[in-house]
Every structure is written in C-alpha cells, then in structure tokens.
C-alpha cells in the first residue's frame, strides 16, 4: 500500500472504539494515507478523579439550559430516546455501507488510559510524540493534551462552525431550517468549544424535502472525511493555512429535547408527500 507523506498521527477516542463505525470509517481513510497511525482510548476506571466531572458537566449544562430548558429536556427523555437510538441505527447502516480502503485497526496495540486530560493521558501521548491527534470521541480536550501535538489537534465537527456550535449540530439545522449550517468542518481544537481555526469545509445540502437525520449525518461523515485526510496531506508537507468562517449568526447549541424531535419527525413526514406546486393549476 502506497503512503503519503510521513506523519506521526494519534487517534483519541475512548472504549468499544473497535466496533464504533465512525471510528472505523475515519480510521480506515486516514491509515490508507498514512502508515505510523496509533490509538489512545480512554477507558474510565471507577477509582479516576475524573468521574465527579460528569456531576458537573450536568449542572453546567442544567445551567445553561435554563430551568424551562433543562425541565423540556427531561420531560421529553423517553422520546428523544427512542428516536436517537432509531437514528443511530441508521447512522451505523448507513456508515457500514460507505466504500472505504480495508484497513482495520489493531485494538491490542492501542494504549488505555483511566482519563481524557490526566497525567496518564498526558504521558500516554506525549510518549508517541504525535505530529497530529485526532479527536475521535474521547472527550472535551483540555490544554495539557491539546497542545502536545507538534502541528496541533484536530476534530471533525459535524456542523459548519462556527456558525452552529456544540452537540447535535444536524438536529439543530433542521429544527431550525438553517441549510448553512449543514455539513462537516475541520478545526484545530482550542480552548472552546468547536471555535478552533478552520482548515477545511465540507458543507452539503438536503437531497430531497423531508430527508432526516441520519442521512444527512453520513453524507457530511463522508465528505468530512475526504476533507480531513486532504487536510493531513497537506500537513504533511509542512503547508500552513486557515480558512475564512462563513458569514451569519453564530450560536451554540446542546442536547436538543425529544418533543423537538418529534416535531421533526413529523414535519419531515409532511414533506415527503409535498408535491412541487405545478405552474399550470388554477
């Protein structure tokens, strides 16, 4: 197998990663470009300090949301439940269904940490001395690993930031109907969140009226990927470059409740048995 430029690249992701289809997909592009590729997951053990930060993140967002928010939020949780495991599913199909080089990783190589940003983490991947990591759902990053990486970190944040912010960027546009926010971005990570330089782009557009979520997820996994690994390359070979944000309104958004998915649901049902408006009806 033919290899681009030498790079040292450090996938970040946590447990179960051998059978995420995201992670497999993202994996196997980027490892078809470049051979010295090595995986760090976190895998939390019950006795890391890092387990009260979930407590925290909860009432930080609980915060955030506001008591109307955070009340709609869990009111609506069987709902939102049953749709975004039904999402999933498809979003696995869909991803399994993508062409994609073979190549597999090999889970007895990678390196397990107890913790996202503690000094195991820290060691682990300073260790490797990475040229790039690769946010690939281990979690929020902080600056001790972030900064580790020769040329830096970068995600793949689903959504065009930083126009649309956060978690469930997809859901959000098509609550919203906000087509611009629609695709996939290449960032390097910062101290924010999804606010990092941007290297590439990869918007898209729905299809057809009514396509739903997991589509559009994976049509934005596949073009984001294609982006990301053009990215790397030209990494490789020592080019610097940002990418103007587009023009709009920026926000950020997180979880999004189960009645809004509903709602969705059935605007996107109505859709689908629209018919174009025909010129010549009375």
């Known amino acids: ?34 051979s010295d590729v090595h995986i760090v997951a976190v895998h939390p053990r019950s006795d890391t300090k890092e387990r009260p930060s979930l407590l925290k993140r909860y009432l930080r967002k609980a915060r955030y949301m506001g008591l109307t928010g955070t009340l709609e939020i869990f009111s609506s949780y069987p709902i939102q439940y049953l749709i975004h495991r039904r999402d999933q599913r498809e979003v696995r199909a869909g991803l399994r269904a993508l062409p994609r080089p073979p190549v597999n990783p090999h889970p007895e190589t990678a390196i397990h940490v107890g913790t996202v940003n503690g000094p195991e983490a820290v060691r682990a991947i300073r260790g490797l001395e990475p040229d790039v990591i690769i946010q690939a759902g281990a979690g929020i990053l902080r600056k001790q690993v972030f900064q580790i990486a020769r040329i830096g970190t970068l995600n793949l944040h689903h959504g065009i930031a930083p126009l ?9 546009a098509l609550w919203e109907e906000e087509p611009k926010w629609l695709g996939a971005t290449v960032h390097f990570i910062d101290e924010g969140i999804d606010t990092g330089l941007v290297l590439a782009y990869a918007p898209i557009r729905p299809s057809f009226l009514g396509e739903r979520f997991a589509s559009l997820f994976v049509r934005a996994t596949e073009l984001g990927v294609e982006r990301l690994v053009d990215v790397l390359l030209r990494l490789a070979r020592e080019e610097r470059w940002t990418v103007a944000a587009p023009s709009g309104k920026r926000t950020y958004r997180s979880t999004i409740s189960g009645w809004k998915l509903g709602l969705m649901e059935a605007r ?8 174009p408006a025909d010129p010549t009806d009375p």
């Not at 033919?2 to 997909?25: A, C, K, Q, W």
């Open 268 to 275: 996107a049902a109505m859709r689908r048995f629209e018919r």
């Open 164 to 172: 649309i912010k956060g978690m469930h960027s997809i859901y959000w």
């Open 1 to 34: 197998m033919e290899h681009g430029p030498s790079m040292r690249i450090v996938f970040f992701t946590s447990e179960g990663f051998e059978s995420d289809e995201l992670f497999l997909y993202l994996y196997a592009n980027v490892a078809a470009s470049f």
